[in-house]
């Protein structure tokens, strides 16, 4: 990879942001050189995202300043920085779903004729970049009806319509299998060797070695290393990310599986405007083991997780919660027979934000005694329990009474997981668990999760995060397009494997 | 969130951070009520002296002011106990109606009751009709997502066109040379009767007051109410029957409406006439969010409104000022009490918590 | 070939959105020409209702659609119509300039547009109840200026358009109608071009349906939605100026009646679209035409019952029976930088 040393092409000076409560980017000075990849490497919520924001002009950076290739540059909003050459692919993409892809990919820089839209002319350009890029794409499909891949191929194709030269992408890889990935990092080069610079967001340190030409580390708003990825390990960048030593291996036994005790079958949902999301899926859990349903997000797993914890109406199949058929979307009927469910959305399903952590902490009992009695409640008692779960499962809170809004994100989880976790439970179903969590949080529900196992529960773990899946699942239950393709067991399969599973293919 | 100091934390203190952006609200619109009546040519201090004189200055003025705040009592718990559950009732109107006329006829058309029977059939009647047309826009919404907005307002209009057309045909007046469109006088026995100059219906609107309080504050049902319209989602993920919770806060609110009516017609006009009650069910809104949604705030809010009503009539005759600049001063009292920000800013306040209304965006048929 | 590769569509459930609407067209033309041809006064006489019924509603739809499609709920466009309705009237009485009124009823429209904008975008207040708002100031403001016994030199006159108007039943009924009703048939067309095939309409677009995705664009969000709710209030304007410039003449308290609500129920039933929203609004004025024309027949049926049939027939639309509609996905939420 050639680049030039001299003249970085981006330069970012002693940046400072924060917000109510928190320095998210504390005196933040990096740079890109031409045609580089630098890897900007830290765990959820050390300021990577935010730093990009403000390059990219979303936000104001309370101090520091910018350099275009060594000219000091002022970026007030997405205008300027577009003007300036910089795109950004966002985490969560910015593309209207009603919307074609050629009005996507045009709009805010738009293709007229006289006062009218030209969209032939729009769509010639974009069919000609997408040749030259490859990155293949039907110009007049609706944004919302494609797979999560191609929508990013859209996203990439906005940033080339507008001439970029730093493309900046924030954690692309989320929504990709492996090979989706290696897809992506090919593209990448593509675009390295025509001169575009490129800043690559991510928390995943198996990646960072792969595609950076250079890295450069986050933690807690500040930058606390830069290295050249030929000279570190994972274990290095995981200590540096977290700032102690981290083990990234969890530590745990071999499971002893018993009886069945949560059971899906022939599972089907369908939703009205994408079909049949779930197709016929099935799968057992014992007890004393982890089932991981493993997937690229966008695969059923959220509809399927919906279904299966009565959120939502199915279309056919059965659930089995120890020998006994579950009725449907009846969630209070599930938790009365042992299901406890840490939810993929821990804000819109989870908790009730606005309430103090006492309601919350009663959320799924409140009508039962001792928290009520003939309908009327007994304050007394949820506060006890309140402080007692609060002890127990170290929350961090002044006070029961904190609302639940206020608590940082791995707070908030173990509120829920205290919740759940301390009624009587037969299966454990956890959606997403540890998504958005910093480093600490992340050990902690991993940890719990496996103590369950070993107390004789049936777990369910649905995670798009392959090593999550890897590190504290005994047997591996694939979903693509609606279907699990296939089982494997965890000690013995690959990323690899995996991989092509999750793009469908069968063995 | 840090614990606050003694003395941000006596009863004074907690009472008045509850209170004090409705009262801010309310003096700024009073300002912006005498501008206005100061443009029209008015004088706005012989006005709003008159006004308060009108209200309070004497046995009857109190009565009428008393008369006027029972009815919003009713149609502002109406619409704070629909808030809470995330819906906004302004079809409080209809149903308002509909309690009325269902209870005028039970008041004229049954006979010879003793009044401890008469008067509570002729109030449960009334109860069940704005229950039931509650019912509708809460069904509507429940399961099939349309916005109770909308459904609300059409029903108001329609239920003014079936009371019209009762009061016109099958339930008209038609004794002695009356041609006028209403029904007959209800029996002395369906009469809600006085103590002095408090009116009885004044003492129930307090007592219903209290006991929907309670309902919110201490019970499932008011727990489950309020994990609704704060969010939906969690309240389904926690069990409860969302779908169920809806549709019954808009039949309370629809009871506690039609109550409203029939407490009105019962206690204070004696007969369903069309052309009265014009107006209660909107402000109804406007004391709801005045007084935050909460049962006590409806009280306090409707006793001003009640005020400002009772007195209109004097000031009217005394400072000759025409009596809708009370409409103008109730939007502007609304505007101001929705927006936190203005009055915030203008006074330096810092954000409340808890004590926003919780209303849903858009149409719902997503 | 991977997975990601080889589809690059999902196209499963999209049916072509003009079928049901241009089915009902044709049908209602086969009816008109039918009924013209058994009796052709009564025929030119509902027709002609219908369309004055109908044009403060497609004014209050287009309105809504202006407001919606940029992200703004307004359910304020009955106060709206109805302070434009009094101001215009105002003005005709104290100016006799009936052009002039027509202005100060647009810009009356414009103004309340302007104030629910600065409700919703700056001060992020719950835009139904900042509508509510709306309604609630316009009654209480239009009562209390109004004195009863203001009059006026005259309302609109038809304009014949030559030898269009003398075309048998289409004639009369649409080249022969006074100046607003004409204008409000060419906003239609205009607002539909508008915002399918110009920049500012898909940027407008875009605003209503994911406001951080124009951001990202350099699109200024806050100031698209200004303009569109000040756009979309002058339209409402001009349906309450209609009302007492054209169409009835003169005002009366609260003369308004729910038209603006209903107008919300014709954009609704109208997914909308400007197009949908005047056959929509159309087919409102038509059961509004029959009630008064049953009535001249002497049909015995009550007058309030006929009366609630636009009512009734909002609330069928609004819950969703005629078919489930989807509108932009970001109306009603404040955008919030960050």
């Given at each position: 990879?050639?680049?030039?040393?001299?003249?970085?092409?981006?330069?970012?000076?002693?940046?400072?942001?924060?917000?109510?409560?928190?320095?998210?980017?504390?005196?933040v000075?990096?740079?890109?050189n031409?045609?580089?990849?630098?890897?900007?490497?830290?765990?959820?919520g050390?300021?990577?995202?935010?730093?990009?924001?403000?390059?990219y002009?979303?936000?104001?950076?309370?101090s520091?300043?910018?350099?275009?290739?060594g000219?000091?540059?002022?970026?007030?909003?997405p205008?300027?920085?577009?003007?300036?050459?910089?795109?950004?692919?966002?985490?969560?993409?910015?593309?209207?779903p009603?919307?074609?892809?050629v009005?996507?990919?045009?709009?805010?820089?738009e293709?007229?004729?006289?006062p009218?839209?030209d969209?032939s002319?729009?769509?010639?350009?974009?069919m000609?970049?997408?040749?030259?890029?490859?990155?293949?794409?039907?110009?007049?499909?609706?944004?919302?009806?494609?797979?999560?891949?191609?929508?990013?191929?859209v996203?990439?194709?906005?940033?080339?319509?507008?001439?970029?030269k730093?493309?900046?992408?924030?954690?692309p890889?989320?929504?990709l299998?492996?090979?989706?990935?290696n897809?992506l990092?090919?593209?990448?080069?593509?675009?390295t060797?025509?001169?575009?610079?490129?800043?690559?967001?991510t928390?995943?340190?198996k990646?960072v070695?792969?595609?950076?030409?250079?890295?450069?580390?986050?933690?807690?708003?500040?930058?606390?290393g830069?290295?050249?990825?030929k000279?570190?390990?994972?274990?290095d960048?995981?200590?540096?990310?977290?700032?102690?030593?981290?083990?990234?291996v969890?530590?745990?036994?071999?499971?002893q599986p018993?009886?069945?005790?949560y059971e899906?079958?022939?599972?089907?949902?369908?939703?009205?405007?994408k079909?049949?999301?779930?197709?016929?899926?099935?799968?057992?859990v014992?007890?004393?083991?982890?089932l991981?349903?493993?997937?690229?997000?966008?695969?059923?797993q959220?509809?399927?997780a919906?279904?299966?914890t009565g959120l939502?109406?199915?279309d056919?199949?059965?659930?089995?919660?120890?020998g006994?058929?579950?009725?449907?979307?009846?969630p209070?009927?599930l938790v009365?027979?042992?299901?406890?469910?840490i939810?993929?959305?821990?804000?819109?399903?989870?908790?009730?934000l606005?309430?103090?952590?006492?309601d919350?902490?009663?959320?799924?009992?409140?009508?039962?005694?001792p928290?009520?009695?003939h309908?009327?409640?007994?304050?007394?008692a949820?506060?006890?329990?309140?402080?007692?779960?609060?002890?127990?499962?170290?929350?961090?809170?002044p006070?029961a009474?904190?609302?639940?809004?206020?608590?940082?994100?791995?707070?908030?989880?173990k509120?829920?997981v205290?919740?759940?976790?301390s009624?009587?439970?037969?299966?454990?179903?956890?959606?997403?668990?540890?998504r958005?969590?910093?480093?600490?949080?992340?050990?902690?529900?991993h940890?719990?999760?496996?103590r369950?196992?070993?107390?004789?529960?049936?777990?369910?773990?649905?995670?798009?995060e392959?090593d999550?899946i890897?590190?504290?699942?005994?047997?591996?239950?694939v979903?693509?397009?609606?279907?699990?393709?296939?089982?494997?067991?965890?000690?013995?399969?690959?990323?690899?494997?995996?991989?092509?599973?999750m793009?469908?293919?069968?063995? | 969130?840090?614990?606050?100091?003694?003395?941000q934390n006596?009863?004074?203190?907690?009472f008045?951070?509850?209170?004090?952006?409705?009262?801010l609200?309310?003096?700024?619109?009073l300002?912006?009520g005498?501008?206005?009546?100061?443009?029209?040519?008015?004088?706005p201090?012989?006005?709003y002296?008159a006004?308060f004189?009108?209200?309070?200055g004497?046995?009857?003025?109190?009565?009428?002011?008393?008369e006027?705040?029972?009815?919003?009592?009713f149609s502002g718990?109406?619409?704070a106990?629909?808030?809470?559950?995330?819906?906004?009732n302004i079809?409080?109107?209809?149903?308002?109606?509909?309690?009325?006329?269902?209870s005028g006829?039970?008041g004229f058309?049954?006979?010879?009751l003793?009044?401890?029977?008469?008067?509570?059939?002729?109030?449960i009647?009334?109860?069940?009709?704005?229950?039931?047309?509650?019912?509708?826009?809460?069904l509507?919404?429940?399961?099939?997502?349309?916005?109770?907005?909308?459904?609300?307002?059409?029903?108001?209009?329609i239920?003014?066109?079936?009371?019209?057309?009762?009061?016109?045909?099958?339930?008209k007046?038609?004794?002695?040379?009356?041609?006028i469109?209403?029904?007959?006088?209800i029996?002395?026995?369906?009469k809600?009767?006085?103590?002095?100059?408090?009116?009885?219906?004044?003492?129930?609107?307090?007592?219903?007051a209290?006991?929907?309080?309670?309902i919110?504050?201490?019970?499932?049902?008011?727990?489950?109410?309020?994990?609704?319209?704060?969010?939906?989602?969690?309240?389904?993920?926690?069990?409860?029957?969302?779908?169920?919770?809806i549709?019954?806060?808009?039949?309370?609110?629809g009871l506690?409406?039609g109550?409203?009516?029939?407490?009105e017609?019962?206690?204070?006009?004696?007969?369903?006439?069309?052309?009265f009650n014009?107006?209660i069910?909107?402000?109804?809104?406007?004391?709801?969010?005045?007084?935050r949604s909460?049962?006590?705030?409806?009280i306090l809010?409707?006793?001003?409104?009640?005020?400002?009503k009772?007195?209109?009539n004097?000031?009217q005759?005394?400072?000759?000022v025409?009596?809708?600049?009370?409409?103008?001063?109730?939007?502007l009292?609304l505007?101001?009490?929705?927006?936190?920000?203005v009055?915030r800013?203008?006074f330096?306040?810092?954000k409340?918590?808890?004590?926003e209304?919780?209303v849903?965006?858009?149409w719902?048929?997503k | 070939?991977t997975?990601?590769?080889?589809t690059l569509?999902?196209?499963?459930?999209r049916?072509?959105?003009?079928?049901?609407?241009?089915?009902?067209?044709?049908?209602a033309?086969?009816?008109?020409?039918?009924?013209?041809?058994?009796?052709?006064?009564?025929?030119?006489?509902?027709l002609g209702?219908?369309?004055?019924?109908?044009?403060?509603?497609?004014?209050?739809?287009?309105?809504?659609?202006?407001c919606?499609?940029?992200?703004?709920v307004n359910?304020g466009?009955?106060?709206?119509?109805?302070?434009?309705?009094?101001?215009?009237?105002?003005?005709n009485?104290w100016?006799g300039?009936l052009?002039l009124?027509?202005?100060?009823?647009a810009?009356?429209?414009?103004?309340?547009?302007?104030?629910?904008?600065?409700?919703s975008?700056?001060?992020?207040?719950?835009q139904?109840?900042?509508?509510?708002?709306?309604?609630i100031?316009?009654?209480?403001?239009?009562?209390?200026?109004?004195?009863?016994?203001?009059v006026?030199?005259?309302?609109?006159?038809?304009?014949?358009l030559?030898?269009?108007a003398?075309?048998?039943?289409?004639?009369p009924?649409?080249?022969?109608?006074?100046?607003?009703?004409?204008l409000t048939f060419?906003?239609?067309?205009?607002?539909?071009?508008?915002f399918f095939?110009?920049?500012?309409?898909?940027?407008?677009?875009?605003?209503?349906e994911?406001?951080?995705?124009?951001?990202?664009?350099g699109i200024?969000v806050?100031?698209?939605?200004?303009?569109?709710?000040?756009i979309?209030?002058a339209?409402?304007?001009?349906?309450?100026a209609?009302?007492t410039?054209?169409?009835?003449?003169?005002?009366?308290?609260?003369?308004?009646?729910?038209?603006?609500?209903?107008?919300?129920?014709?954009?609704?039933f109208g997914?909308?679209?400007?197009?949908?929203?005047m056959?929509a609004?159309?087919?409102?004025?038509?059961?509004?035409?029959?009630?008064?024309?049953?009535?001249f027949?002497?049909?015995?049926?009550?007058?309030?019952f006929?009366?609630?049939?636009?009512?009734?027939?909002t609330?069928?639309?609004?819950s969703?029976?005629?078919?489930?509609?989807?509108?932009?996905?970001?109306?009603g939420?404040?955008?919030?930088?960050?």
């Amino acid at each position: 990879m050639e680049y030039s040393p001299v003249t970085p092409v981006l330069e970012t000076k002693d940046i400072t942001k924060t917000f109510p409560g928190t320095l998210a980017n504390n005196k933040v000075s990096i740079h890109l050189n031409k045609g580089e990849v630098l890897a900007l490497l830290g765990e959820n919520g050390a300021g990577k995202t935010t730093l990009m924001n403000i390059i990219y002009g979303l936000y104001d950076a309370d101090s520091g300043e910018f350099k275009l290739n060594g000219q000091p540059y002022k970026i007030r909003n997405p205008h300027d920085a577009i003007a300036a050459g910089i795109g950004m692919v966002h985490q969560h993409f910015m593309l209207v779903p009603v919307f074609s892809v050629v009005e996507n990919i045009m709009l805010g820089a738009e293709v007229v004729n006289g006062p009218f839209l030209d969209k032939s002319r729009a769509r010639e350009e974009i069919m000609a970049l997408s040749d030259r890029y490859g990155l293949a794409v039907d110009p007049d499909a609706i944004v919302e009806d494609l797979p999560v891949g191609v929508q990013q191929r859209v996203e990439i194709l906005k940033a080339l319509f507008r001439d970029v030269k730093i493309l900046i992408l924030d954690e692309p890889t989320a929504v990709l299998t492996p090979q989706e990935t290696n897809e992506l990092f090919q593209i990448m080069h593509n675009l390295t060797e025509s001169g575009v610079s490129i800043v690559f967001i991510t928390h995943k340190l198996k990646e960072v070695l792969e595609i950076a030409d250079r890295i450069v580390i986050m933690r807690r708003g500040e930058v606390v290393g830069e290295t050249d990825p030929k000279q570190v390990t994972e274990h290095d960048l995981a200590n540096l990310m977290v700032g102690r030593d981290v083990n990234l291996v969890v530590d745990k036994e071999t499971a002893q599986p018993k009886d069945i005790k949560y059971e899906v079958k022939d599972l089907v949902v369908k939703d009205l405007l994408k079909g049949v999301v779930v197709d016929h899926v099935s799968f057992q859990v014992r007890a004393g083991e982890v089932l991981g349903i493993a997937g690229v997000q966008g695969n059923g797993q959220t509809e399927l997780a919906e279904a299966i914890t009565g959120l939502r109406k199915h279309d056919g199949g059965e659930v089995w919660i120890d020998g006994i058929l579950m009725p449907q979307a009846n969630p209070r009927a599930l938790v009365e027979h042992g299901m406890a469910h840490i939810p993929e959305d821990r804000h819109k399903h989870g908790l009730i934000l606005q309430y103090p952590l006492t309601d919350n902490f009663v959320l799924c009992s409140y009508y039962k005694e001792p928290y009520s009695s003939h309908g009327v409640r007994n304050e007394k008692a949820i506060l006890d329990t309140s402080n007692e779960l609060i002890k127990r499962f170290d929350v961090r809170t002044p006070s029961a009474f904190v609302q639940a809004g206020d608590l940082s994100g791995g707070n908030q989880q173990k509120v829920i997981v205290a919740r759940e976790l301390s009624r009587e439970v037969k299966v454990v179903i956890a959606n997403q668990p540890t998504r958005g969590l910093d480093v600490g949080s992340i050990e902690y529900i991993h940890k719990t999760l496996i103590r369950l196992r070993d107390e004789g529960v049936a777990v369910l773990v649905i995670s798009s995060e392959l090593d999550e899946i890897m590190a504290i699942t005994d047997r591996i239950a694939v979903m693509y397009r609606g279907m699990i393709v296939d089982t494997v067991a965890a000690a013995s399969t690959t990323r690899e494997e995996l991989g092509l599973l999750m793009a469908g293919s069968k063995h | 969130m840090e614990p606050k100091t003694p003395s941000q934390n006596n009863w004074f203190m907690i009472f008045w951070r509850a209170i004090r952006v409705p009262f801010l609200a309310i003096l700024m619109s009073l300002v912006v009520g005498a501008v206005i009546l100061i443009i029209s040519g008015a004088n706005p201090i012989t006005a709003y002296v008159a006004l308060f004189k009108g209200a309070f200055g004497n046995a009857n003025y109190l009565k009428r002011t008393l008369e006027k705040t029972t009815p919003l009592v009713f149609s502002g718990l109406a619409v704070a106990f629909a808030f809470k559950a995330g819906l906004f009732n302004i079809g409080a109107q209809g149903q308002l109606l509909l309690g009325a006329i269902v209870s005028g006829f039970l008041g004229f058309a049954i006979k010879g009751l003793p009044p401890i029977i008469h008067i509570p059939l002729a109030l449960i009647g009334g109860c069940v009709a704005g229950a039931l047309y509650g019912a509708i826009p809460g069904l509507l919404r429940a399961y099939s997502g349309a916005h109770e907005v909308i459904t609300s307002i059409m029903l108001n209009y329609i239920a003014i066109n079936i009371t019209d057309y009762l009061s016109d045909g099958p339930w008209k007046d038609v004794s002695g040379t009356n041609v006028i469109a209403r029904l007959p006088m209800i029996e002395n026995s369906a009469k809600i009767p006085y103590i002095g100059p408090v009116p009885v219906g004044f003492l129930i609107a307090i007592l219903i007051a209290v006991v929907v309080w309670y309902i919110l504050e201490k019970t499932n049902f008011g727990f489950e109410i309020n994990s609704v319209g704060l969010n939906s989602h969690a309240s389904r993920y926690a069990g409860m029957k969302t779908k169920l919770l809806i549709t019954s806060a808009m039949v309370v609110g629809g009871l506690l409406a039609g109550f409203g009516g029939s407490v009105e017609t019962l206690g204070v006009v004696g007969r369903f006439q069309p052309g009265f009650n014009v107006g209660i069910g909107f402000d109804g809104i406007t004391v709801a969010l005045l007084g935050r949604s909460s049962p006590f705030g409806v009280i306090l809010s409707s006793l001003l409104l009640g005020a400002l009503k009772g007195g209109a009539n004097v000031m009217q005759f005394d400072a000759k000022v025409p009596h809708e600049i009370i409409d103008v001063i109730q939007g502007l009292m609304l505007f101001f009490v929705t927006a936190d920000l203005v009055v915030r800013k203008f006074f330096r306040l810092k954000k409340d918590r808890g004590l926003e209304v919780h209303v849903a965006a858009g149409w719902g048929q997503k | 070939m991977t997975a990601a590769q080889s589809t690059l569509t999902v196209h499963q459930l999209r049916r072509p959105r003009w079928m049901v609407p241009a089915i009902l067209t044709v049908v209602a033309i086969a009816i008109a020409i039918i009924s013209y041809l058994l009796n052709p006064s009564v025929t030119e006489a509902v027709l002609g209702a219908t369309i004055r019924f109908a044009v403060p509603l497609i004014l209050g739809a287009l309105c809504g659609i202006y407001c919606e499609r940029a992200g703004i709920v307004n359910i304020g466009i009955e106060g709206q119509m109805l302070m434009a309705a009094f101001t215009a009237y105002m003005t005709n009485s104290w100016t006799g300039s009936l052009p002039l009124a027509l202005l100060v009823g647009a810009l009356t429209g414009a103004l309340l547009g302007l104030f629910l904008a600065y409700i919703s975008v700056a001060l992020k207040l719950n835009q139904t109840i900042g509508g509510t708002v709306i309604n609630i100031l316009a009654v209480g403001i239009t009562g209390f200026f109004y004195q009863v016994n203001t009059v006026t030199k005259g309302k609109f006159a038809p304009i014949p358009l030559g030898p269009l108007a003398d075309i048998p039943l289409i004639g009369p009924v649409l080249f022969n109608n006074p100046p607003i009703t004409y204008l409000t048939f060419l906003l239609v067309i205009i607002t539909q071009i508008v915002f399918f095939h110009t920049r500012w309409g898909l940027r407008t677009r875009a605003v209503g349906e994911h406001p951080r995705a124009a951001d990202t664009l350099g699109i200024n969000v806050f100031k698209t939605r200004y303009v569109s709710t000040m756009i979309g209030g002058a339209l409402a304007g001009l349906g309450g100026a209609f009302l007492t410039l054209e169409g009835v003449g003169l005002f009366e308290r609260n003369m308004t009646n729910g038209r603006g609500f209903i107008a919300l129920a014709v954009m609704i039933f109208g997914k909308w679209n400007p197009i949908g929203s005047m056959l929509a609004a159309l087919l409102f004025g038509f059961t509004n035409a029959i009630q008064t024309q049953l009535q001249f027949m002497g049909i015995n049926v009550p007058h309030q019952f006929i009366g609630m049939i636009p009512y009734a027939l909002t609330i069928i639309v609004v819950s969703g029976f005629v078919g489930r509609s989807r509108p932009p996905a970001a109306e009603g939420t404040p955008y919030e930088k960050e």
